[in-house]
């Protein structure tokens, strides 16, 4: 089990890295010049050279990449081209923001698609099963900014249940994450865009844990432990949900990656301040510290939830921990 961690561990370590390093190219190679948003052509030639060095844009390119990857490591991600704010403070604000909305949303999409793909499974070609099927890909087919719009218009404008938008009412800005989740507005306000997330991302996990589900349950050792006498509880959700769990758990640190990345409408709808905004932005506007910045904390989280992902797998499937020990 050891050896297996370890070895997935460097494999992590080198895919990081292998990002950074596209990430520090490809925004070079982006059409127009990073030095007009900090630097003015109006500028005296003097002050246009010290501009360039404290940014560190008068080193050659290759230097700047050495410099790049030593920052990495330490943190020192440099600072915006536009707002000169340190960009690891720039990205701790909006990666906790999208986090938040992200860790709620995958919550309901997790929780609620595996219970109904087991349901679904245990209730085959009934009017559930059939139901939730029709349910699951018309959520699917709907754009988020539809069902979002929906549901504000419903449950904000029309019955007033939920505020309209934003994190916090305005002018309360809480100092930290804990003062956020202490505060009672944060949580009314995150109803809404964690529903929106959640039906979206729904029908994935639901309609692959039905699958799983039935090819298990017509497996020898499921219909052995039938045999034995077993509660049907019992049968489903020991020995025939923890088996169909496989296929989930690894499409989950999939789906959490482009759910934090493609959240751009979703946070944009409700207003609320996340690191899918942060990207668009950064982006368009050349500000390569930023967007480099955006971009790999996002690559890390979901490399680091992929080997989280196969670590559980020795847990779920004990024939891994015994292929990583070199015993088959």
């Known amino acids: 089990m050891l050896e297996y961690v370890i070895r997935r561990l460097i494999y992590m370590l080198i895919t990081i890295f292998a990002v950074a390093s596209i990430l520090f190219v490809v925004f070079r190679l982006l059409p127009g010049e990073a030095t007009l948003q900090v ?17 560190g844009l008068d080193k050659p390119l290759w230097q700047q990449y050495f410099i790049y990857l030593k920052n990495l ?9 536009v707002s000169a704010q340190r960009v690891i403070d720039i990205l701790q604000y909006r990666f906790w923001n ?7 949303g995958m919550c309901m999409t997790l929780v609620l698609g595996i219970g109904f793909g087991i349901i679904m499974a245990w209730k085959r070609n009934s009017s559930i099963d059939i139901g939730g099927t029709i349910a699951g890909l018309v959520f699917q ?20 249940l939920f505020p309209t ?15 956020l989740l202490m505060m009672p507005a944060f949580w009314e306000r995150i109803v809404l865009p964690t529903i929106t997330v959640g ?16 090819e298990v349950l017509g497996s020898d050792y499921i219909e052995l432990a039938k045999a034995k006498g077993l509660k049907p509880s019992v049968v489903m959700f020991k020995h025939a949900a923890r088996n169909a769990l496989l296929g989930v758990v690894t499409l989950a640190s999939i789906m959490v990656g482009f759910a934090i990345g493609g959240q751009v409408v979703v946070e944009s709808l409700f207003s609320w301040p996340g690191m899918g905004q942060l990207m668009v932005e950064s982006a368009a506007s050349h500000d390569y510290p930023v967007a480099q910045g955006t971009f790999l904390m996002l690559a890390i989280l979901v490399i680091g939830l992929n080997f989280l992902t196969d670590v559980w797998y020795c847990y779920l499937d004990p024939r891994i921990k015994i292929s990583s020990t070199g015993l088959a």
């Open 39 to 55: 630097i003015s052509p109006a500028m005296d030639d003097a002050v246009q050279d010290r501009m360039k060095a404290a940014f």
């Open 165 to 179: 938008g934003g994190m916090y009412p305005a002018g309360q800005r809480p100092d930290g994450v804990l003062a």
């Open 73 to 81: 490591v330490s943190l020192e991600w440099g600072r915006s081209f």
């Open 98 to 104: 999208t986090l938040l909305l992200m860790a709620s």
């Open 141 to 160: 087919a709907a754009p988020p900014f539809v069902t979002g719009l929906l549901l504000l218009m419903i449950l904000s404008y029309r019955l007033g």
């Open 199 to 214: 039906l979206y991302y729904i029908t994935t996990p639901m309609l692959i844990m039905r699958d799983n589900m039935l």
